[in-house]
């Protein structure tokens, strides 16, 4: 089976200098449910950037589904990858749940009868439905979290980053997430989690990735 996202020896340095990653080698599996772990500053989130594009590789070549990243555009690349942010409300802009949902959706030409459809199924697999008329900067961390994914998810990517999407969670909303997740992948959409905690790690991830000293264990 072809890897979903390939790296070959990728390496990556700050323009003022600092070494973050060296000649990374990674093959994941469309499917896979990965965890990547590692100290602050490691270069998870970078990691992460480099594989939808946000940021480029010093050297090294990414591929996905086989073709190599630079050929597609960000927003191709977006649509193969959905990428959950440390801080989610970065990617709000709707007034509403419902629109925040359905607004890509709408977006790529898909009818207001199947928007509506695929809007209520996320509010439900995401435990949403009473927020759905919410302005989504009120919602709680978690909350924001879940909609975040919800909105995503909509959108059907062949796979899904999640950066560090359990800090600043409490328990009950750390178990609600987890359970989305564990959803997610009975659902067969494969995911790399970014966290730092190993529990959730081995519950929710098949394999469990260490970065440390800009190289992965
Ligand atoms: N925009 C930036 N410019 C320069 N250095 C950065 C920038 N963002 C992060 N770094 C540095 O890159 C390294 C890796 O950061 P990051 O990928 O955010 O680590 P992690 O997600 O594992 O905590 C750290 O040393 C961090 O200080
Ligand atoms: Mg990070």
Redesign the pocket.
Known sequence: MTAYIKLEQVSFS?P?G?Q?LRDINLSIEKNSTIALM?P???????LGKLIIGLLKPSSGRVFISGTDAEEYSLAARGRLIGYVFQNPEGQFFASTITEEIGFALKYRGMSPDKVQQRVEEMLTLFELEEYADTFPFNLSQGEKQRLALAAIIALRPGFIILDEPFTGLDWLRKQRLQEVLQRVRNEGVGYLLISHDRDMASRLCSRVLQLEGGELQ
């Open positions: 700050w003022q600092g973050v590692g602050n500053g490691s270069g998870k989130t970078t």
